[in-house]
């Protein structure tokens, strides 16, 4: 019985969290680039649309393994708690950029969603530094979107957005 309870208890940490992940990810289903995002300047070295869809599927994945990996050896703790908290950051961003379409607040709420993955990044090494690592592609990621976002900023005038 107390197996059972064990691994009814892993199945509903694992649906949660799969659960709190796909919601964030729905950002980029609910807020898609469309026309104006098309007729923006960008820089030559933006991936293809095409890679950015199956980049993140990815990188939710590996985030959701390092966090289902930091409850099943810490629970409910501290470095889970801001995992959970860093989700809303990473979906306003969606929000802002192609929601609202704001590159330039995009780009500046995009540092503190940086900022945020890394302190996941030190929390989930206090527990399993192999989840830690899981994180590293996200942080890598997100640096690498958060300098495409300025320069896109930067290559178009005000008029452009906003």
Do not use: Q
Not at 123 to 147: H, K, M, N
């Amino acid at each position: 019985m107390a197996g059972a309870a064990a691994v009814s208890a892993e199945t509903w940490a694992a649906l949660l969290i799969a659960a709190a992940c796909l919601a964030t990810m729905s950002s980029g289903v609910i807020f898609t680039t469309g026309p104006w995002y098309h007729a923006l300047a960008k820089p030559r070295w933006k991936p293809p649309g095409g890679v950015i869809g199956p980049a993140w599927v990815v990188l939710f994945s590996l985030m959701g393994f390092a966090a289902w990996t930091v409850w099943r050896l810490d629970g409910l703790g501290w470095p889970l708690a801001l995992f959970l908290a860093h989700l809303p950051v990473n979906w306003v961003w969606s929000w802002l950029m192609f929601g609202r379409r704001r590159i330039d607040l995009a780009a500046k709420h995009i540092l503190f969603l940086w900022v945020a993955i890394l302190a996941v990044v030190l929390g989930f090494a206090t527990v399993s530094p192999f989840a830690a690592a899981l994180l590293l592609p996200y942080l890598c990621w997100v640096g690498y979107a958060a300098a495409l976002n300025r320069a896109i900023v930067r290559l178009n005038p005000r008029s452009a957005y906003g």
